[in-house]
């Protein structure tokens, strides 16, 4: 598919300024371009980049002033990042195969299930489970006993979702992932063994959720766990039992929410986060990656780091002083052995 | 289905304390009840919920003396935790569809498969593997040759587990859980490439082990790597060839233990925590979340945290002092301005 | 399969000190050794078990002098890891069932599938699909459309290849591992929602390979993801979207890497690291496990530790003094009050 800068500019609303006829195949990134390509800018520390790019148009903010000629036709927008994310719905390829429904699955006939639907090889749809209209379902697939899946959603290879959990309408959950599993509870007996806590609750995945590979969610011990309106989970994360996780929140690879955490909205987790559990954060909380969160943050939009969590600019700056510990220790040795020496010989110098 | 509150007393040894006749018909959490269902109370912390709860009955401590009045029926225990458990099994529905073997998997004939047994759809169990009574296999399941598997086990879609590894009786081994995958073994060579060491050893789980989603366990180099009787292992943990976990240790969500590290019995073992290869650890020891563990424990039942890992009141009171770190440093400071001075100027102050 | 001493001796080139004739049926840890078995000596804290083993033969530098008689043949090599993991080739056996194709597997016809490959039940070959020549193609994977996967090639059950990536030579990738799911990119809206970007990269995994079970790498956005030569990576790692990562870097288990950050060659990683994305690291760079890395490493071989990451010496003597915090408050507290004493009552001390 080639398109002309102008084509692409009317697509994302932005003003061309060069040869408007230019073709552009594909995307590229500022600091590796090729030729019939379009590329953005939108850091400044790219900036030197701008001037000598081998693509054929760049996307620019809407009053950047170039310092030096730039060769490639400008497209400039409101919103680079913005414009960008439009324009790879225009270049992005169908991530599945067609919409066919294999007959190498195996779909209970008292599974409900939708119109334009995809099933693929190998993959089992159990009793009373329900698929909305338009949902693909990639191959090896589980998707357990009274299971609901609304419309337009996208399950890799490998998901297993075990019995009775929900997931809303236009979700992503890639592959391997799974949902549902039991949450970690156990009741300690006196010889020291474990006694199981059945998990009776589910799992509910609301609308525009996109879930990573190999990441687990934890159906709740009673009632759910949840995970709001258009959530965004990384890789590899693990959300416990009875976990809320509120609309907009956005996780990092490989963090952990422990058991019955209410997390708000719109809050921001960085990579490796732990949020110990029956805690609550407030909306719009950002955790830097590898942060212990230990209790419950009431202050919105706040920023967080360290194990335990203290506010981010309190941690930068006594690991600034951490880093000079051995020097700062040093320093007090020498005032205790200046006041010794003051003391034992107290006439004052000259 | 539903029990009378005097039902539910004598499953679980209880006294009833108010209307025996209320009818009860799913558990709910003590900050969350519906009509109809059970809640229990342990945690005083609660304790408000308790004289406004809409629940029918209260699992309660013994000797609990309420100070308002509480319009459920309380069910008097001894240990409301193991009363809680116990219960949930009376509720818990079957996980597992029933127990048939799916003409879509494929089971090889020199397998020995036990009675009883169920194997999900597009399984396949390999040559002279052995499935004990009882136990139930998911879809998507491999079960490598020779692979020893015992009785009453639950194996959820999707788990790999390699050629000769073996799992106990009474096992249950979530959705997607590798066991028996390489160790982590290669030698370095003279141009900096690394030579694969074939992993010769197997993984041996013991009877009544619970192993979370997409957790991994890797089989010895040489000799087995050991999961001892009624350990419980969270989701997306990783144990490495050689590990030795001891008896009902439990560890959480996303830890991680080193190759050949032995962990004695009944540890607790937070999230995200790691444990260096090639070290012991002492029955009874406790790490708290993101806990880095870089040297033996010797001193049972004893409690640790930071990176490495020193004991807990230490990191504590230490970290309290290290959030004050600027301060410190500005009062060091201070001092040795005032020192200075006392020195330019030895007059003493009148 | 049972060998003399002598044959192992021709077989790693070394040279046979004792009995050439005793028979090695299998290898065994120096630490728990059995008859009948060959076991290695190379770090000298195991010496004393030398002189009480039960192994028919030992494996030891070529110079090294015993304290004391040992009952052992011993072969004397240059380089006991190399010739240790040249033997364990010897006595692996293989991981995969023989090498044909599953007629329960469904493998597109326009695929182009090399000679004397396996592939196994239930997995699934999308169209214009490479596999090359001796490949094994364990149960339940599924390799997407334009995938190009090199010769003798290992891919263990449940692994998912996401579309047009490409796979070197003689790589080994375990279960459940997932190659090319979307990288984590999303545009933050002005209603607090994000739009996906959508991923157009591939990821490049280049020959000599190792990937670990439920380890996760994504594809770059634009333009690949690339694994190196050489490179191998341990169980539960995250890679995300146009991360870089140089020959022959080693990275242990529930490490991840953050976006279009650039690895050089031959570095070491601890487990559970985290590395920031956009920023470089120089070859030979070694992280201790838990490391958090925050900015670019531009010195080559260099050590670190801590959150963020500092020189690894730095750390530990920091480290030091942190668990010592309380003691070295204390003594500041005194030298004020013996300052303030001393300002108070001015008089020298007789």
Redesign the interface.
Known sequence: MQLKALQIAQLIKGTVDGDPNVLIS????ID?TYPQTITFFANPKFEEHLYQTQAAAIIIPKDFEPKAPITATLIRVEDV??A???L??H???K?M?EMTI?P?S?IHPDANIGKEIGV???S?I??NATIGNQTAI???V?IG?GVKIGKNVLI???V?I??SCEIGDNC?I???A?IG??G?G????ED???????Q?GIVIVED?V?I???T?I?RG???PTVIKK?V?L???I?I?H?VEVG??T?I???S?I?GSAKLG??IRIG??V?I?GHISIADGTQFQ??T?VGSSITKENSAWWG??A?PYM?YM??????????N??S??RL??K??EEA?NN????I
């Not at 594909?26 to 990134?29: L, R």
């Not at 156990?186 to 007996?189: D, L």
């Open positions: 594909a995307p590229s990134k590796e990042y913005s960008v994310a439009f790879f719905d270049f992005s390829r991530a195969p294999s190498q195996v693929g090889h190998f089992v159990e009793k990639g191959t090896n589980y006993e890799y290879s490998g297993k075990y019995h992503i890639h592959a391997n799974v599993s039991d970690f156990f009741a300690p007996q020291g063994t474990y006694k199981k806590i059945h009776l525009d996109e990573g590979a190999n687990t934890d011990t009673m009632g258009g965004k990384d890789n590899l693990q416990a009875n609309e907009n956005v990092a690879a490989q952990g422990a909205k719109n990579g490796q732990a110990v990656g590898k212990g194990i335990p203290i309190e700056r006594a690991y600034i002083k951490f880093k000079d510990l051995p700062i220790e320093r007090l005032l205790e200046k006041l003391n107290p006439e004052p110098k």
